[in-house]
C-alpha cells in the first residue's frame, strides 16, 4: 500500500485536537497533535506520538515534562498556529499547570512528567505519568477525514 493510502485511512477515525506544550531553557513551546491517548488509570498514563523532523521531540526529551491541551471548539486558531499553518503577530500568554506552560481556556489541561520513551518508525512515543489535571466545561474541537468539525448530538 501507498503512503496516501494509509493516511486516507487513518483520517476516517474522528480525534480530538490537542496542542503539546513543554518547556526548555525557560522558555514555552508547543506543537499541534491528535496522536494522544490515555494509557492506564493506575497509575495515571498519557501517551503522545511526536514525529522524528519536529521541533518539540528534543525539547521534550530535555525537560522530560509535557502537557496536552485539549482544546475548545471555539480554538482552532490554536492548531493551526502551533501546526505552522497561520502566523499570529500576537505573543501567546500561556497559563501554568504543575508548574508546566498550558494554553488558557483549553477544554482540558493535562501536565504529565515523562516516564518511558519509545522510539518506533519515524516517531517517538512518550509516556506521561500524569501530574495535574484542569478541566473547562465546553465544546471540543475535533477533526475528521483532513478538516475541522464540531460535536453533534445524534437522538437515539
Known sequence: MDDRLFRNAMSKFATGVTVITTEHEGQAHGMTANAFMSVSLN?????????????????????????VNILAENQQDYSLIFAGQKKDDTIIQFDRLA?????????????CDVVSEYVEGDHTLFIGKVRDIKLEDKEPLLFFAGQYRALQSVSV
Open 43 to 67: 497509575p495515571k498514563l498519557v501517551v503522545i506520538s511526536i514525529g522524528e523532523r519536529a521541533r518539540c521531540l528534543n525539547k521534550i526529551r530535555e525537560s522530560k515534562v509535557f502537557a
Open 99 to 111: 508548574d508546566i506552560p498550558v494554553l488558557s481556556e483549553a477544554l482540558a489541561q493535562i501536565s
